[in-house]
C-alpha cells in the first residue's frame, strides 16, 4: 500500500481538481491514475509533474509512441514496476503492436548487456565518439 | 585506459577477423570500435554478442533510429560512458537530429524524475494496468 | 517470503540475544524488525551490521531526523521497497512531518532527474568544482 | 567533452538569457555552471529545469542545507559525477562542514549496504510498516 | 501477473518445443521456468537467450557454483526478484550451503558501501592499478 | 581529483597510523590504496570499514578469489570505477586467470541482460522458487 492515501476527486481542493480536469481533458479519459491521486497531496508538485509530463509528453521532434517506448525502455531499467505496467500500457493505447514491446525488451537487454560489457572491461570511448556536433 | 589491450585485425586469430569482416560489411565502414577490439580476446564471446547486436538490432518491427534511441536512452539510464557517445553517434548516423537528441534526454529525465516519485511513495499499480495482453 | 526463516529471539543463541537486547535497550522498543531476525542467521554479519548502524545513525555531525532523510532518499533511489518502508517510519517517529516526506519525494525527484540530463549530454564539471577543499 | 557545444550568455537568444539572469539573481553570482549553458540549447527545458530547481530548492519545509545533502545522497547513488561536484560544492556553500560531508557520506554508505542486505534476502516488510499514514 | 502469457508446451510451435527440450535435457529436469514461457512469445529472442545461458553458463575456466554465485550476485544489484529466486534455487541446487549464501550476501553488501564511498569521495585510481594485464 | 585530500601515513594520527599498519600487515604489502587515504579524514569510519573489509573477505565459507570475482561482479554492476580497477587487480594477485576475467565479464552481462528482461516483462516467480529454505 502507498505511504501516503490517495486523494479522490471529490474531496479534492480546487488546484487539484484544476489538474485533474485538465488530466481527463488532455489524455480524453475520465480515469485518474493512482500516481496523481497519491501526487495530489502535495498540489504544487502535482501541478509541476503534470506541467513537465504534458509538455515532454506532447507534439514534438520524437513521434509519441516512441517516446513511450522510450519511458518504458527507462522504467524497466529503473526497475519500476509501476511506470513499467502504467506506460506499457500507454504504449499500447497507442499502437504498440506485442511485435514491437517483444522487440523493445530485446534492445533493453541488449544494451544492459553491452553496458556492462564496457563498464566491467573498462573501454575507452574511440577518439572519433568524443567530438560535440559542430 | 581498458583493462585488457585491443586485438588489432593484424594480429587477430581468422575466427576474430571473420567477425571484424562482417562488422565490416554490415555497417559498410573500415572502422572497428574499441568494444570490439577489446572483446576480441575471448572470441567466443566476441562471436555471440556481436550475432546479438546484429539480430536484434537489424530489420524488425521497430524502426532502426528507434531503437538507437532507445539504446542511448539505456545507456543514459545504466550510466555507460561508452555506450553513450557511441550509441549518440550511431543514432546521429541514422538520422537523430539535434531536436530529437534533445527531446530524448527530456524524455530519459522524465522518466526517471517520476519513476523516483512512484517508487518514493511505493505507489500500488491500478488494477486496470495489472492485466496482461489477451 | 524472505529466502531464509527468521530467528525468534527465544530461539536465538547468546550472540544473537546480545544483539537484540542492545537494539532494544537502544530504540526503546521491544519490537526487533525482520531485518535483524533475517541477519541472525549469521551471528558476525548480524553484530558487526549492527554495530555499524547503531555507529553511524548515532550522535554526530549532521542531526538524527537529517540522517533518515537521507536514508530513505538513498533507499528510494536504490529501490529498496524494505528499507523505504522501515525508514520512512523511523523518520515518522523522529518527527518527519508529511509536509518534509512530500519535499523529500521532491528533491529526490529533481536529483533523479537532474542527474539524467548531466549524464546524458555527458556535462564537463566545472573547474571550480573540481578543487578539493584545502 | 559534452555532446553538445555550450551556449554563451552573449551569444544566447532572450529565452535563455531571462533564465541565465534568473540563476543569477537567485543564486547572487554572476558564475552559471556548465550544466545550464548545455541544457541552453533547448530552451524551453532550460525554462522548465531551472523552474522545478528554483521551486524545489527554495524555501520550504526542509532546510535548504539539508536539501543539498539529499541531493549529494542521490547524486551519490545515481553515480552522476557532474552532480556529485557541483552540489557537494553547493552545500559547502551552504555550510556543509567537513564533518558533516564526512558524516553525509558514511550514512549513503551504510543505506547503500542494508539495501543490499534486504534486496538479498528478500525480507518481507513487518506489517506494522505497511500502513500508510492515516 | 506478467505482461505478456506464458507459453506452455502442448501449445508452443516446434521452434519453441526445441528449446524446451534442450532445456530440459541440459538441466535433467522436465521443469520449465516461467521465464522461458514468457520468452517463447519471441522464439527468435528465446533461442538466441538460452543459448547465451547456455554457453555463458556452461562449463569454462570458473566453476559451475561460482557462476550462480555471481549471477546472484549482480542481481541482488540490480534488484531483480524473479532472478535473485530463482538463481539462489540454482545456486543451492548445484551445492551452495547456507553458509556461503550468507557470506555471498556479505560479500555484496560490502562491496555496494565501498562502491558507494569510492563514488561519494570520488577517489581517484591508483596508478598502479591503472596498467592493463601486459 | 578527489573531494579531500588524502592523508599520507607520517602526517596521519596514531588512529589512522595503526589502521594503516595493520592493512599492511594484513596484506603483505607497504602500499596503501588512495581509498584508505580519503577515509582516513574520518577515522572512526576508517576504522569500521576497515575492520568490515578484512572481516568479510577473510577466511570463511568461500574462497577468498571468488569472493574477489564477487566483489568485481557488484563494482561493474553498480559502475565504481574505483573498484573495478582495485578489485581486478586485487582479483588478479590472488591468482584470477585472464580466461576467468573474461568469463566473470561474461557472466555479469549475461545476468544483467537476462535480469532486464525479467523486470521488463514482470515475470512472476516459479511458485517453487519462493519457498525459503527448511
Given amino acids: 500500500m502507498a505511504l501516503v492515501p490517495m ?11 484544476a489538474v485533474y ?19 495530489a497531496h ?3 508538485m502535482l501541478a509541476r509533474t ?5 509538455e515532454v509528453m506532447g507534439p514534438g521532434a520524437i513521434d ?17 514496476e509501476y511506470c513499467i ?5 500507454a504504449a499500447r493505447a497507442k499502437g504498440m503492436t506485442e511485435a514491437q514491446f517483444r522487440e523493445l525488451i530485446a534492445v533493453v537487454a ?3 548487456q553491452t553496458n556492462r560489457i564496457a563498464i ?9 565518439f568524443r567530438e560535440p556536433l559542430a
Fill in 110 to 112: 541488449l544494451a544492459s
Fill in 21 to 39: 480536469d485538465d488530466i481527463r481533458a488532455t489524455r480524453k479519459t475520465d480515469y485518474i491514475n493512482n500516481f496523481w491521486k497519491v501526487l
Fill in 50 to 54: 503534470w506541467a513537465n509530463v504534458k
Fill in 85 to 89: 505496467h502504467t506506460h506499457t500500457a
Fill in 64 to 80: 509519441p509512441l516512441v517516446k513511450e517506448l522510450i519511458y518504458v525502455a527507462v522504467s524497466v531499467t529503473n526497475n519500476c
Fill in 7 to 17: 486523494v479522490e476527486y471529490d474531496a479534492a481542493p480546487p488546484a487539484v481538481r
Fill in 120 to 128: 566491467g572491461y573498462q573501454i575507452d570511448v574511440d577518439e572519433r
Fill in 42 to 44: 502535495d498540489p504544487a
